[in-house]
């Protein structure tokens, strides 16, 4: 064999070597744009099934939180008229009612100190925060593997091969002014 003919081989060698390598990094970045996808996607599932699980528990001790502190009032109001009119009969009464309202009152705050309605909505805003701090992250790098993606299928001389492989360019992430607003909790309670 001669010189020319190994040199010929070597070069043919190369670049089907480089053609290889060049396909399986448009491949390696495909797969990165769809890893990418499905991150976001799996972020915009959960807060979709997540936010108005966690309103919800928010309107419901809210509003256990708001009857039982209405009863309490209602019947301390009792007990004042009661008093100011000095009817023993109905004051004994209502003291009951006081009582046993102080007592269901007294007996969740000691079995659930930490609950109350504010820090359930203090939760529920943190949770909020997290998951739109978390989809903005993975947004960004969803629109960097797209890019990496995109920049690479128009080189020259990957773009050969990108066509030959039939490699698209993706749409990078962008959403409408709507979507980028926060959530509108207030709404979800109405």
Same mark, same amino acid.
């Not at 209405?70 to 109905?90: F, G, K, P, T």
């Not at 007996?107 to 100190?113: F, G, L, R, W």
């Not at 609950?115 to 629109?143: C, P, S, V």
């Given at each position: 064999?001669?010189?020319?003919s190994a040199?010929? /081989?070597?070069?043919?060698?190369v670049?089907?070597?480089?053609?290889i390598?060049?396909?399986?990094?448009l491949v390696?970045?495909?797969?990165a !744009?769809a890893?990418a996808?499905?991150?976001?996607?799996?972020l915009?599932?959960?807060?979709?099934?997540?936010?108005?699980?966690?309103?919800e528990?928010?309107?419901?001790y809210k509003?256990?939180?708001?009857?039982? /502190?209405?009863r !309490?009032i209602?019947? %301390?109001?009792q007990v004042?008229?009661?008093r100011?009119?000095?009817d023993v009969?109905?004051?004994?009464e209502?003291?009951?009612?006081?009582?046993?309202?102080l007592?269901?009152?007294?007996?969740?705050?000691?079995a659930?100190p930490?609950l109350?309605?504010n820090?359930?909505?203090?939760q529920?805003?943190?949770?909020?925060?997290?998951?739109?701090n978390a989809i903005?992250?993975?947004?960004? /790098?969803?629109?960097?593997?797209?890019?990496?993606?995109n920049? %690479?299928?128009?080189?020259?001389?990957?773009? /050969?091969?990108?066509?030959?492989?039939?490699?698209?360019?993706?749409?990078?992430?962008e959403f409408?002014?709507a979507e980028?607003?926060?959530?509108?909790v207030?709404?979800?309670?109405?």
């Amino acid at each position: 064999m001669s010189i020319s003919s190994a040199v010929f /081989l070597g070069l043919v060698a190369v670049v089907i070597l480089y053609a290889i390598m060049t396909y399986n990094g448009l491949v390696t970045l495909k797969h990165a !744009v769809a890893k990418a996808w499905a991150n976001i996607d799996v972020l915009l599932k959960q807060r979709h099934d997540e936010l108005p699980k966690l309103v919800e528990v928010c309107k419901q001790y809210k509003e256990f939180e708001q009857t039982t /502190l209405q009863r !309490v009032i209602a019947a %301390r109001n009792q007990v004042q008229e009661a008093r100011q009119s000095h009817d023993v009969a109905a004051l004994g009464e209502a003291e009951g009612t006081l009582r046993l309202g102080l007592t269901r009152l007294f007996a969740v705050a000691e079995a659930y100190p930490e609950l109350k309605a504010n820090e359930h909505f203090m939760q529920l805003q943190t949770r909020i925060t997290g998951l739109e701090n978390a989809i903005a992250d993975r947004r960004e /790098l969803y629109n960097e593997a797209v890019n990496l993606n995109n920049v %690479r299928i128009e080189q020259f001389p990957d773009a /050969l091969i990108a066509r030959l492989g039939h490699f698209e360019p993706q749409a990078l992430l962008e959403f409408s002014s709507a979507e980028k607003a926060d959530v509108d909790v207030k709404a979800l309670f109405g």
